[in-house]
Nanobody
Framework: QVQLVESGGGLVQAGGSLRLSCAAS????????MSWYRQAPGKQREWVAA???????HYGDPVKGRFTISRDNAKNTVYLQMNSLKPEDTAVYYC???????????WGQGTQVTVSS
């Protein structure tokens, strides 16, 4: 069974940057489109960004132009570079297969990102 481990979160001031990582076990990683999601307190989990197996990227409007998703298939890892962070980016960030997949892998523990104003 695939296991997902997110890391790289932390406390940062508005305007700062963070780079998140998500390591996946299992050899099927490279053939799947991967996404980052986030869940703020009291809100539903929302999709943030996606990257296909071929490297095409897609972003939600709230993060477009500020976040960059990338992947290293040799390391079974997907990244999220977050620049120009805003307080509204505060959330727990998760990775998983992209929203258009019928089923998701088991969710990891996520990584907390807190942006202070």
């Amino acid at each position: 069974q695939v296991q997902l481990v997110e890391s790289g979160g932390g406390l940062v001031q508005a305007g700062g940057s963070l780079r998140l990582s998500c390591a996946a076990s299992g050899s099927i990683f490279s053939t799947n489109a991967m996404s980052w999601y986030r869940q703020a307190p009291g809100k539903q989990r929302e999709w943030v960004a996606a990257i296909t197996s071929g490297g095409s990227t897609h972003y939600g409007d709230p993060v477009k132009g500020r976040f960059t998703i990338s992947r290293d298939n040799a390391k079974n890892t997907v990244y999220l570079q977050m620049n120009s962070l805003k307080p509204e980016d505060t959330a727990v960030y998760y990775c998983n297969v992209s929203p258009w997949y019928a089923s998701k892998w088991p969710w990891g523990q996520g990584t907390q990102v807190t942006v202070s104003s």
